[in-house]
């Protein structure tokens, strides 16, 4: 069956330290992977996706995102995060052209 | 340009009563869909719909119906509202579908069921 897993529910990371945020799929092909944020009330933001090519996609906010076909994983990055960076974040992943289908989720805590 | 409008952005009913969520885009986008989103479980795909008077279920589809008359409108209806449907909406739109294209939301609705 078709899945994607973020094994992390909660993650806090130091304000100025790396981030990384996990995400497993599990499909025969390879779908279209997005990463979506989400703040408090408000709807999501498309941070990054992949469809083909270069492995290691730029997005916006400093994030950065690595697909790896033989660990089907598509990685998200932050080399140094700021406060604004805590959020929920989402990886997404389209099975076809019209289905997508989300992870549970990672909350992002950003300490002083 | 007011991109993907949800209405309304709060809503309480009681069970058993009926409703239609809103969703209307202005950017002649193709693809439409409408997501719950439940805490630790992410969003889940409701219905979705790939043009005027196309649509098709998700991975959550009963207990809601949807249709798609025009292009820039996609409501969700809630025939007889339960508890288990207490969620946040979200309602989704890209220019045709998923390759290729980037899905604009909505800010979503929130909707308590007594």
């Known amino acids: 069956a078709q899945s994607v897993t973020q094994p992390d529910i909660h993650i806090t990371v130091s304000e100025g330290a790396s981030l990384e945020l996990r995400c497993n799929y599990s499909y025969g092909a390879t779908p279209y992977l997005f990463w979506y944020v989400q703040s408090p009330g408000q709807g999501l933001q498309l941070l990054l996706k992949y469809f083909s090519g270069d492995t290691l996609v730029q997005g916006i906010k400093g994030f950065e995102a690595e697909f790896k076909r033989s660990q089907s994983s598509f990685n998200l990055r932050k080399p140094s995060v700021h406060w604004s960076d805590a959020a929920e974040y989402f990886c997404a992943v389209g099975f076809n052209d019209y289905k997508l289908s989300f992870g549970a989720g990672t909350t992002v805590t950003v300490r002083a | 340009n007011a991109g993907v409008t949800q209405t309304p952005k709060f809503q309480v009913l009681k069970t058993g009563q009926s409703m239609t969520l809103q969703c209307a885009q202005d950017?002649?986008?193709?693809?439409m869909s409408w997501y719950r989103q439940d805490p630790g479980m992410g969003l889940r795909l409701i219905h979705y719909s790939v043009g005027a008077g196309i649509t098709d279920q998700g991975e959550v589809p009963n207990g809601y119906n949807v249709s798609r008359s025009t292009t820039e409108d996609f409501p969700l209806r809630l025939l007889s509202a339960a508890p288990s449907q207490t969620s946040v909406y979200f309602c989704?739109?890209?220019?045709?579908?998923?390759?290729?294209?980037?899905?604009?939301f909505g800010s979503g609705t929130q909707l308590s069921v007594l």
């Open positions: 989704a739109s890209s220019y045709r579908g998923l390759s290729n294209e980037k899905l604009f």
């Open positions: 950017m002649n986008h193709e693809y």
